[in-house]
């Protein structure tokens, strides 16, 4: 039950697992390293996606859906909507593999992304599935020291004008214009599909789908592809 995937810069695929509660890292010779399971001796909810930064570190969400119910990973019979841990954003440390805590002032933590030079983080906030008090849209801190996030905000709403529900944002990504391209979903058509924000957090565009979507990423030869996972599909747009 893998959520979030990518790659670090040696070209190993970084995977989130919901069944097992880790974040795993699958080498060149096809090995599987476990690279997070527990933090302050508690497993963690569900790990449900990861991004790597330049000096190594990989960030990762653990807002607890994986844990949820068996359909997404394995039922944490907890009786709450916080399996084990306080939704949150993990650092591990590229080199000492220390695990950190960034921050925990989100409902639940989603997608996320850092913007081209790696100074800013982007999370995509999900909490209003289970928290009624949860805004709806996608979060930014500012880095310092490349580890410690300040300054968090309210980026972009995921409220669209003329349509009276409100979505949830999942997987993003930055492109090199730092703009925000944020899978957006739960409402339907008109709706579901994917959000492009520009760097002030406006929205410039969409991408329309006829199923709802869960992550995205940039590929092929120029990195100018984008590649969309939705139901049960896989859909590209240059």
Known sequence: NSNGNTFDFQGRQISCEHETRRVVRYEHDGSVTVLAESFQGKPFNA?????????GGIWFTDPGYGGLMNYEG?????????PYQKEAVYRLDGKSGLIEKVTDEIFKTNGLCFSPDSKQLYVADTGSSHYAQAPTNIKTWDLVDDRKLVRGRAFASMKLDGVEKVGLAD???????GNIWAIAGLVGPGYDGVHIFAPDGNRIGQILLPEICSNVCF???KRNRLFMTASQSLYAVY
Request: glycine share 14%; proline share 7%.
């Open 219 to 221: 590929g092929g030869k």
């Open 74 to 82: 394995r039922r944490a019979d907890t009786g709450s909507v916080e």
């Open 171 to 177: 997987g993003i990504r930055a492109d090199r214009d």
């Open 47 to 55: 790990p449900n996606d990861a991004v790597v930064h330049p000096d």
